[in-house]
């Protein structure tokens, strides 16, 4: 079975599991602040160091960092959220309190006239997932978006995306093992609400 078609089908046994999973966003937001307490001193250094930092806005069955954001804005911190521009995506100077605008999918964005930032200012890119496996692999919600800006601004190029990438899922999705193939982004480590997860690539 090829392995796109084992996540379609791993995709869909974990979807009556998102619908049970589903928080209010109090609660998203408190688990995100856990979250964010079990970093350890090496990213917690790198997040200090970094300039810029990518988000994500979240969906219903995904840790809700809003407060951790807030607090990285005030110290000085430029946080960027990503913008669906046809099967493209990029990311934008924003707080989340800016996300007005509903996307395609259901998801709150930046206006489009919003500063647009280049890949290599991104110091540090936090990734939501459908799944995560401890060895980084992430499984998506099938769209590829996240996949095709790390490819596409990928090392061996002049503007490329250089920052580490920190995958955060809910602990009920952290699995040993999942499909994934060699265009598949990678996460360097994983954070959920209960655990921290190195990853040696």
Known sequence: MSSGRIKKLTRKVLKDRQKAWVKTRGERKRMAVLAFD???????????SAKTIGAYMP?????????????LAS??????????????????????????????????EPSS?????????IDLLIVPGAAYAADGTRLGRGKG????????????????FCGKILGTVPERFMFRSLPGDEWDLRA?????????????K
Not at 113 to 121: F, G, T, Y
């Open 75 to 108: 110290k000085g911190k430029t946080i960027c959220f990503p913008r669906v521009n046809g099967e493209e995506m990029d990311f934008y100077e924003a707080l989340p309190s800016d996300c007005k605008e509903k996307g395609s999918f259901g998801i709150y």
């Open 113 to 121: 006239s919003a500063r647009i930032v280049e890949p290599s200012r």
């Open 38 to 48: 079990l970093w350890p001193e090496d990213w917690k250094k790198h997040m200090l």
């Open 188 to 200: 360097d480590a994983i954070v959920t609400e209960e655990h921290w997860y190195d990853v040696t």
């Open 59 to 71: 969906l219903s069955d995904e840790l809700d960092f809003s407060l951790v954001l807030e607090y």
């Open 145 to 160: 978006f996240y996949d095709r800006y790390c490819a596409e601004n990928g090392k061996n190029q002049s503007d490329a």
